[in-house]
């Protein structure tokens, strides 16, 4: 996030300087979006930093959740950003303006786009790596600059070719519309993570793989090997970097504390290697009964 800073300094520079040596309200819409780029890349760090904090007493969970509010951030600024752009680029329709030093202008802003594209791929890669949704909003809002900066640059030859001065306003118009769509797409993404979203397929389908083999696994005991440890009531979570998971796990009813504590945490272990940063609760009951929170409506549409 550091290095995004810094980046963001760098292209706000560029990309302000190439508007300036033009006038086009296609650069000067680029360069706004790149303010987004630093304000959201300060602000995700702070949040990142938050997000990082232990639990404590006040926040048994963690601070997980933070994340979402740099996402949502982003995407306000986005919005305000557009907005900007549309009230700077609509009246050039009517009354357009020369461009100038079209040449050096355009070389700045494919320099500026170049290491936005660079840290985006770098970034997204980390947001894989540490499951962070703040990062993952960064480097897909720089990728989401390349595309408009791209669009601006092929906006602007045009321009040069055909002297329809118009064609910049449009040009600018387009972009704040295309920002508006990934604003939107990051406020929606907040908005889920939120409200408790559910794990996502691929982790869930982790999670089942685990649940599965330990479900069929065969006893030694002769005596109970005909009663398979089972599992239901699987319920996930995405908070952030972390993930939860709580679950019954059924065993059979002559098993004694000792076996059925050690086959949970010998469950809990393989979840937790299967899916990273995920907190499982696994509550113990035996075989042929069930917890009174099963026998809610709601408790009970989530067996399998």
């Known amino acids: ?6 980046v963001a300094v760098f292209t706000i520079v560029a990309k302000t300087l190439a508007w300036r040596l033009t006038g086009s309200v296609g650069l000067l819409a680029d360069a706004l979006e790149s303010l987004v780029n630093l304000a959201a890349a300060l602000f995700g760090l702070w949040m990142v930093t938050v997000a990082a904090r232990p639990a404590d007493d006040d926040h048994p969970f963690g601070h997980g959740k933070a994340e979402y509010f740099s996402s949502a951030f982003e995407g306000l600024m986005i919005f305000a950003a557009a907005i900007g ?3 700077t680029a609509i009246p050039r329709l009517w009354e357009p303006e020369p461009l100038t030093r ?5 070389v700045l802003s494919l320099v500026s786009s ?3 594209g660079a840290l985006a791929l770098v970034m997204l890669r980390a947001a894989r790596a540490q499951r962070s949704i703040a990062l993952e909003a960064d480097a897909r809002h720089l990728l989401a600059d390349v595309w408009t900066s791209a669009g601006v640059l092929l906006g602007l030859l045009v321009v040069m070719l055909t002297g329809q001065l118009w064609l910049d306003a449009v040009v600018a118009i387009a972009v704040a519309v295309n920002i508006v ?4 797409r990051l406020m929606w993404r907040s908005a889920q993570g939120l409200m408790d979203v559910a794990m996502e397929a691929r982790d869930r389908a982790a999670i089942d793989a685990v649940l599965l083999r330990h479900a069929h696994h065969v006893h030694a005991e002769k005596h109970d090997a005909d009663e398979p440890v089972r599992f239901d009531h699987v319920v996930t979570r995405c908070a952030g970097q972390q993930s939860f998971v709580d679950l019954h796990m059924h065993v ?3 098993w004694t504390m000792t076996r059925a504590a050690l086959a949970r945490d010998t469950v809990e272990r393989d979840l937790m290697h299967a899916v990273p940063g995920l907190r499982a609760r696994i509550e113990l009951l035996p075989i042929g009964q069930e917890s009174a929170a099963e026998s809610t409506p709601e408790m009970a549409n989530l067996s399998p």
């Open 1 to 6: 996030m550091l290095v995004s800073a810094g």
């Open 85 to 87: 752009i549309f009230w």
């Open 102 to 106: 079209m040449g050096l202008g355009l």
């Open 114 to 116: 170049a290491a936005n």
């Open 181 to 184: 769509r990934e604003g939107a």
């Open 252 to 254: 059979p009813g002559i």
